[in-house]
């Protein structure tokens, strides 16, 4: 059975950093692509950033965090990071680990779909 796991989320000051961290279960996804998502509350899940199986010749990043989140990953421990600095109050969500069979990652980040989601972490950040 799959699982992605996320950690890293929490509590932070208005222009903090956060470090998210997804790692991967039940299969590998070294040769697919992962990213991150995020949902506030009252409104639709949007995509964040994505990286595909090349990793820095296929990536992802929503307009909004261009320039302070930056996505990376670890092929040997099957896992994605989401490094989040300059945080502001309107980055507050819950935000998603997933990882797609076949889109690449623009694919997932403008489409918005994958196979497979993890469980969520809470960001929260405070004014």
């Given at each position: 059975?799959?699982?992605?796991?996320?950690?890293?989320?929490?509590?932070?000051?208005?222009?903090?950093s956060?470090?998210?961290?997804c790692?991967?279960?039940?299969?590998?996804?070294?040769?697919?692509?992962?990213?991150?998502?995020?949902q506030?509350?009252?409104?639709?899940?949007?995509?964040?950033?994505?990286?595909?199986?090349?990793?820095?010749?296929?990536?992802?990043?929503?307009?909004?965090v261009?320039?302070?989140?930056?996505?990376?990953?670890?092929?040997?421990?099957?896992?994605?990071?989401?490094?989040?600095?300059?945080?502001?109050?309107?980055?507050?969500?819950?935000?998603?680990?997933?990882?797609?069979?076949?889109?690449s990652?623009?694919?997932?980040?403008?489409?918005?779909?994958?196979?497979?989601?993890?469980?969520?972490?809470?960001?929260?950040?405070?004014?």
């Amino acid at each position: 059975q799959v699982h992605l796991v996320e950690s890293g989320g929490g509590l932070v000051q208005a222009g903090g950093s956060l470090r998210l961290s997804c790692a991967a279960s039940g299969r590998t996804f070294s040769r697919n692509a992962m990213g991150w998502f995020r949902q506030a509350p009252g409104k639709e899940r949007e995509s964040v950033a994505a990286i595909g199986w090349s990793g820095s010749r296929d990536l992802y990043y929503a307009d909004d965090v261009k320039g302070r989140f930056t996505i990376s990953r670890d092929y040997a421990k099957d896992t994605v990071y989401l490094q989040m600095n300059s945080l502001k109050p309107e980055d507050t969500a819950v935000y998603y680990c997933a990882a797609d069979s076949i889109r690449s990652a623009e694919a997932m980040g403008v489409i918005g779909g994958a196979d497979y989601w993890g469980q969520g972490t809470q960001v929260t950040v405070s004014s």
